[in-house]
């Protein structure tokens, strides 16, 4: 081999290597690539879960400050229609009671002729036997009816209420026993519930409104466990700084496409007039309003699991990337 | 230190002393990246400090010189690379103090960790500017061939004084750029 072929393979292995640390560069050049992008797509992602749960917030903000407007134009003339048929169920007593009177005295022939006859014709035109037997029943209805409306209008009220109602040092576990013996009636039939509440530091919470958020929550999963004798668990711990308050049950689930509706207002799967669609709501107001979250996770056709985690220091509300309103 | 220095290193030492010598230096360096750099990537320092003190033995270019050197060709290159930086600035002095609070903001957008120096200014008045370079690093030459760099995109004359160093045992160094008439 000649001093110029040593020179040229010499000037080769010099542009080999050199190829070989370029190809190498642009391996790493396209991991590098590979891995931003899919840190991108991650970050993405968890942009467009964030926008979601602020959208459902300001959603949910919104119709709060409505909420807050009808409830009070409602109140005050559901006060006075509630009032007026107490006092028309009296007077309603009263009159009938005059009619009984008369059907008596006309049974015993006390009337005079024209009297009874007059009687007689008014009975035939307005049926007063029934008109006596339906007048109560149907005050009774338009009472329930009523108190109904009272209840959503006061349903409301809490739902939009935007101060903290008073709060005290609560032990959860009592106030989840305490609630538990109040729906206990209503469920016992439905389904077993198994309790695992291990010790707990106390926290500043409203007790009655901390309460209703569990009878609602235990409601609602005896009713997703009618059909079938369901089990209700319920768990609580310490995680972190703040309390973790699972509401799980093994009924029928949720179907994916209503579960970003759940938390909305009148949002209700149950049949006409059986749920005002304002429970799950109230409770994530209420959950809020503790600077807490309320999360669901469900698979139809086994069940859902309701998660409450309260910031032991209600100072510190959790923030929205830690807990996401799910989905 | 970032992969863009080591491949305009490697594009300086190749354009000014062949393939052949950059082969010779990562042959002689050895280094544990084994030469293959990527602009995003990340490197140790000692490699830019291993390569730069040989080839200032193999062209027999004192260190600082060559390193100035190396400062004043990144920046043209970095300026090819990125003009808007230069193109935002009106002039000399303007784009020193945009280094800190825009170049660097901007770098930090596209990388991780890039563990940038630390610049802080102050001018004294229009002619003078006093910066002070804080880094783990220690490559205030490097910084001085940056500036120079600058000067000559900018065009202007100016001297250069490094009245405290931390290869003299200081916290941070200190340039007083003067500009001359």
Redesign the interface.
Known sequence: MSANDNDLARELAIYQRALQREKQARLDAEQLLENSTRQLYQQNQTLQQQQAAMLQNEKLATIGMLSAGIAHEINNPLAVVLSNLNALTDYTEQLLTLLEQVQQWQQQGTLNASAAERFTQLDSQADFAFLAEDAPDMMEDMREGLIRVQDIVSNLKTFSRTRPGERQQVDINQCIQTSLRLVNNTIKDHCSVVTDLPPLPEVAVNNSELSQVFMNLIINAAHATEDQHGQIQLRTRQQADCLVIEVEDNGCGIPENLCKDIFNPFFTTKPPGKGTGMGLSVAHSIISNHGGTLTVNSTPGLGSCFTICLPLDMKQPLSVTEHPIKP | MKGIVFNILEQMVIEKAG??A??QL?QDVQPAS????????NYPDEEVVQLASRASEMLDIPLNTLVTAFGSYLFSNLVKKHPVFVEQQPDFFSFLKSVHDVIHVEVRKLYEEPSLPHFRYTQLNTQQLRLEYRSPRKLCMLAEGLIAGAAEYYAVRYQLEHPVCMHKGADHCEFLITLEP
């Open positions: 393939l052949a950059w082969d990562l084994q030469g293959i750099y990527t602009a995003g990537g």
